[in-house]
């Protein structure tokens, strides 16, 4: 387990995120969360966002599930966030990518929130997150996500390959109050 403490000095009244990520022996993510104390109206309140992540048998993360409170409002929420449709069967560039970029921290699941690897990684941690879970080490097929409203909508993966059966096109997404698209073009010298 690691536990670290997020504040974010933009806006200090933001209140104070402690993560939590939970590995297996195998050191993938299996449980990843966020506990978001907040004064709000002169009373303390917290914010619980906790994601599982299952894997497929090669290794994949196949699901990620969500559980989210906030007892501000008393709302508690568990649903499947994103389910991944298959995977290709070759193309893990951009998880070696990552894992070069990142190296001993790459398994951690970062996003653009996290205020220490996004300066430190730039533009490449834009959505990491997502990132980790869509492409483990190949990249998905498919996807079916929940929006903010709720609804799931299934997502197409675009992804090309050379003649080295090396990644050249891949199309992910982060999901907003859409799923938007987000294409990777890897050009490679040699």
Known sequence: MLQWEEYNPAIPDDGTTIRTVEFSPDSKVV?????????????????????????????????????????EDNVVEDYTSEEYLGRESKGDQLSNQRKLILNGISN??????????????????????????????????GAKARLWDGSYKN??????????????????????????????????YK
Do not use: C
């Open 155 to 188: 997502f197409q993966s675009i992804a090309e390959f050379d003649n080295r059966d090396r990644l050249t096109r891949f199309t992910g997404f982060y999901v907003d109050l859409d799923i938007v698209p987000v294409e990777y073009r890897i050009n490679y």
């Open 31 to 71: 449980l990843n969360t966020r506990e978001t104390l907040r004064v709000v109206n002169n009373a303390l309140h917290k914010y619980t966002w906790r994601d599982s992540l299952a894997y497929d048998n090669a290794g994949n993360v196949a699901k990620v599930f969500t559980y989210r409170t906030n007892d």
């Open 108 to 141: 951690l699941p970062f996003d653009d929130n996290d205020e220490m690897i996004s300066y430190a990684a730039g533009i490449m941690t834009f959505q990491m997150e997502y990132e980790s879970a869509q492409y483990s080490k190949f990249p998905i097929k």
